[in-house]
């Protein structure tokens, strides 16, 4: 943000200089005290470079050392190739039973699909191995 001396801020710097404030607090850098008072400086302040000396003590950008995990964490994504893969298999033999049978023979791969499918739907959905479930399927149905 371009702070110039002599401008009035508007609402939208204003926001912005909260919302980068809030970050400083995630971060640890200013506690919820100190957070309230500059946030009450911002919004009394008319003046641009009032907005930047609330700022003048704390980092221009935020730093992230914590990298992101995947949504899907590979290993689902390795299960799900195979599952892929086999389904694509089982449809092609099937195919080619049903080329060689002269006419579409019984729809067996909906057994090797369908649940094999399921399975690996509810364990992305449900948690069970990436961290996220805390037995919170257990405990509303036990």
């Known amino acids: ?20 404030l809030g970050r400083h607090m995630e971060d640890g850098r200013i506690d919820l005290a100190e957070y309230d008072q500059r946030v009450a400086q911002v919004y009394a302040t008319p003046m641009r470079e009032d907005l930047a000396a609330v700022l003048a003590d704390l980092p221009k950008e935020r730093v992230s050392l914590v990298k992101s995990r ?7 994504q390795i ?9 694509v298999l089982v449809l092609a033999i099937w195919a ?5 049978a002269g ?40």
């Open 79 to 87: 299960e799900g190739s195979a599952w892929l893969g086999v389904s």
């Open 103 to 142: 006419a579409f023979t019984y729809f067996w791969p909906v057994w090797v699909i369908g649940p094999w499918g399921a399975v690996l739907v509810f364990r992305m959905l449900a948690g069970f191995e990436n961290g996220r479930f805390n037995g919170r399927f257990f405990a509303k149905h036990s």
């Open 96 to 100: 080619a039973i049903s080329i060689g």
């Open 1 to 20: 943000m371009d702070i110039s001396t002599g401008t009035r801020a508007s609402n939208a710097e204003r926001d912005e200089v909260v919302r980068q």
């Open 70 to 76: 995947p949504r899907v964490p590979i290993w689902q």
